[in-house]
């Protein structure tokens, strides 16, 4: 049984920084997608960044490109997303999901994930 579980998010004002957590449990670590998704009220949940391969190979939206880190901590089964430089436009609800793959899909697309943690709220004021 495969487990996902997300930790961090809060409130931050525009231009601060937070730190998301997402722990898998359940299969091999290594191997699989891990990906970062978000969703703000009234729109449909968007891929934000994804990694693989061990944290050795990343992805990320052009919205988040250069603001956003995905990281990855093997020894302790965890991804990091570290958000930077955040505005009111990265107010949403982040979730984790994962994927038993070698590699990540090359569109980050909600459906091709079965794996999902409960989400943890972002919400970024101007």
């Known amino acids: 049984q495969v487990h996902v579980t997300e930790f961090g998010g809060g409130s931050v004002q525009a231009g601060g920084s937070l730190r998301l957590s997402c722990s898998v449990s359940?299969?091999?670590?290594?191997?699989?997608?891990i990906a970062w998704f978000r969703q703000a009220p009234g729109k449909e949940r968007e891929g934000v960044a994804s990694?693989?391969?061990?944290?050795?190979?990343?992805d990320y939206a052009d919205s988040v490109k250069g603001r956003f880190i995905i990281s990855q901590d093997n020894a302790k089964n965890t991804v990091y997303l570290q958000m930077n430089n955040l505005n009111p436009e990265d107010t949403a609800m982040y979730y984790c999901a994962s994927l038993q793959s070698l590699v990540c899909p090359p569109t980050m697309t909600s459906v091709k994930f079965p794996y999902w943690g409960q989400g943890t709220q972002v919400t970024v004021s101007s």
């Open positions: 359940g299969y091999a670590y290594d191997g699989n997608c």
């Open positions: 990694i693989y391969a061990g944290g050795r190979i990343a």
